[in-house]
Nanobody
Framework: QVHVVESGGGLVQAGGSLRLSCAAS????????MGWFRQSPGNEREFVAA????????NYAASVKGRFTISRDNAKNTAYLQMNSLRPEDTAVYSC?????????????????WGQGTQVTVSS
């Protein structure tokens, strides 16, 4: 079983930055793709970014491309989401997920393990 824990959320003003971390247990972390998703009240879960198990392939939602950067450190079993130029519409609970196929897919149902999420609130 893989345990996933997100951290780094908080309250920030519009235009500010946050870095989210996603720590996962297990010796096979380096074989999993990692994805970030977000969900705000009344809305469906939304894809944000994903990175392949090698780190060579990344995917981003159009709404965050150029502002957010996903990365991973397999030696630390951790993935990151650097969020810059934050906007009020980025406010949501951000969740990290692992995909055993290792591919940077964008659909939530393809991910196998999920964290509980971390709240990000951007004030105007």
């Amino acid at each position: 079983q893989v345990h996933v824990v997100e951290s780094g959320g908080g309250l920030v003003q519009a235009g500010g930055s946050l870095r989210l971390s996603c720590a996962a247990s297990g010796r096979t972390f380096s074989t999993y793709a990692m994805g970030w998703f977000r969900q705000s009240p009344g809305n469906e879960r939304e894809f944000v970014a994903a990175i392949s198990y090698t780190g060579r392939t990344t995917n981003y939602a159009a709404s965050v491309k150029g502002r957010f950067t996903i990365s991973r450190d397999n030696a630390k079993n951790t993935a990151y989401l650097q969020m810059n130029s934050l906007r009020p519409e980025d406010t949501a609970v951000y969740s990290c997920a692992l995909d055993a196929w290792g591919v940077a897919v964008i659909t939530p149902h393809e991910y196998d393990y999920w964290g509980q999420g971390t709240q990000v609130t951007v004030s105007s």
